[in-house]
């Protein structure tokens, strides 16, 4: 799966450090006058840095080591029971040890937001009446509504101040912005401005994709030949059904599939083509591998698909700070070719994305080929990528991600076969393989090369060893060999502008940088500019402001948007707190490997931003989108096995 974002944690507390002892294995080295105890730590949050703690421990926790769980996971359960002690006499329960962090992390679904909901014809504003009329189980009384609604969050809306139109109306948590004096939603008419983003899913596209009226014949075609043994040959564009081969243009959003699978597509002659524009050679005559658009990207800074944190906003973030390229997070097949609403949305494209890829994931060759040409022909890419470094359990043992290593036959049908249907180049993500010591990318790499890829980008660990060990860079070198004259890109244990001269030194084409990102983001910028970046905690506390803003124009400025954007700003800030300020470093640079301990800043800001408990980063999300609802659990989802 994408690098870090499922694996890579904040570690809990174990290994705090007591004073200023020696720097511990796997403890990154901090200056003495800052370090601290646990209990001095939590002191100076609890008194909002107005107070000094207190020099003494707990007779319980001498060392400090022990971090206290916080009550929301507490209630986290293996089998749904309580953690208290069995009373006297009692044989306690013994419980099958699960692996990992969180591993019984409660399924918190907001069915909250379903409670005096305002009818979306409402919101909408829309002419017509409610179509369920009194069958309808929201609101249509919209002073009710009000009674019951929260405050509002602010004076301002980043919809209504960036689009000059609030679409959510009434609902929306900033509505006093943009409400007139009888309620009315006001329009800034000289500022109004479609959102920039493309790769939407179009509902007469998503119909028939629930009804199965999508027909594959490229891909279709395509996989006969290859289950035949023979190599796939370019279909012509006069077989290709009605209705389905006209192509987006380049910044055109998918909107536009009415006019490829419009009402009026029944109405075609058999075998033809519905076009829009004129005609030209590429509607005629399909372009040969040799023809397609190539991926130039050598040296540029990609950002890895980061699944949960590589989203549409924290991407917007990453590219400011001077990454070059970025793809979307992991997209499973299946889920795509039944047209779910929350799938397609992993591959929407902002307009500062100016290289921008989409990540698939699937096991068999049929779903992964037909998957592409619908893609092919509905978003607007540069490149489709193939996940086959995922390492889950979900995902391996159905046979894709890293299982696809072990499947050489079905690696090579699902890359000939969407090669063939893809104008785009195709890449591969790997790992070094499945087994810790039983490194196969070596083997994999001409392959690959003779299958068509055009770029492929290998993680240096295996499945089996995860984040226990370093990445293998020595064996990305062999494989840069291996792969030529293709080009590969290396990944794993960026940290800072060293990492990356270190890793760019061994040859390969260029750099992905995953979990680095997530610890730093402007680790784009100190490794164009090769210096090492001291950044305040106010600089910081910016960036997510940045991210506040770009989540609620992303996922909306209605209750159910706030709080998506805060489920994400939290699932970040589980590893924002691993960053250690430079200023505070005895020894440059931060490695990925080593755990802060405890520490106070340099001002209170810059010690909560610190804090590994989830509690404290609640906190600081109260600072940029308000009080959190009631009955609010965060247990963040990824491991903590990143230090061991």
Known sequence: MAEGAAEAPAESGDGGDSGASAPERGVAPIKAQYRTTKEQFHEFLEAKGQEKPSQETKAGDPGGNDLVEPESKRIRLEDGQTGEAAEPGEQPQVQKRARGQNKGRPHMKPTHYDKNRLCPSLVQESAAKCLFGDRCRFLHDVGRYLETKPSDLGPRCVLFET???????????????????????????????????????????????????????????????????????????AELPKGTEAENAPGQDSGDTQALLGPDADGLPSGSVWTRGPLTDEDVVRLRPCEKRKLDISGKLYLA?????????????????????????MAVCTSLLQGQTSEWALLKRHQCEDIFGVQLEGAFPDTMTKCAELLNRTIDVDFVDINVGCPIDLVYKKGGGCALMNRSAKFQQIVRGMNQVLDVPLTVKIRTGVQERVNLAHRLLPELRDWGAALVTLHGRSREQRYTKLADWQYIEQCVMAASPMPLFGNGDILSYEDANRAMQTGVAGIMIARGALLKPWLFTEIKEQ????????????????????????????????????????????????????????????????????????????????????DDWIRISEMLLGPVPPNFVFLPKHKANAYK
């Open 305 to 329: 698909p980061l699944t949960t944190c590589g989203n549409l906003p924290f991407r917007r973030i990453c590219k400011r700070f001077g990454a070059d390229v970025t793809c979307g997070e």
């Open 163 to 237: 689009f000059g139109r609030c679409p959510y109306g009434v609902t929306c948590r900033f509505a006093g912005a943009h409400l007139g004096p009888d309620g009315q939603n006001l329009v800034q008419e000289e500022r109004v401005q479609a959102p920039p983003v493309r790769n939407g899913l179009d509902k007469a596209l998503q119909q028939q994709l629930r009804k199965r009226e999508v027909h594959f014949e490229r891909a279709e075609q395509a996989l006969r030949q290859l289950s035949r043994g023979q190599m796939p040959a370019p279909a012509p564009a």
């Open 531 to 614: 210096r090492h970046w001291d950044i305040s905690s106010s600089e910081r506390l910016a960036v997510l402001q940045d991210f506040t803003r770009y989540g609620l124009e992303h996922w909306g400025s209605d209750t159910q948007g706030v709080e998506k954007t805060r489920r994400f700003l939290l699932e970040w800030l589980s590893f924002l707190c691993r960053y250690v300020p430079v200023g505070l470093l005895e020894r440059l640079p931060q490695r990925i490997n080593e755990r802060p301990p405890y520490y106070l800043g340099r001002d209170y800001l810059e010690t909560l931003m610190a804090s590994q408990k989830a």
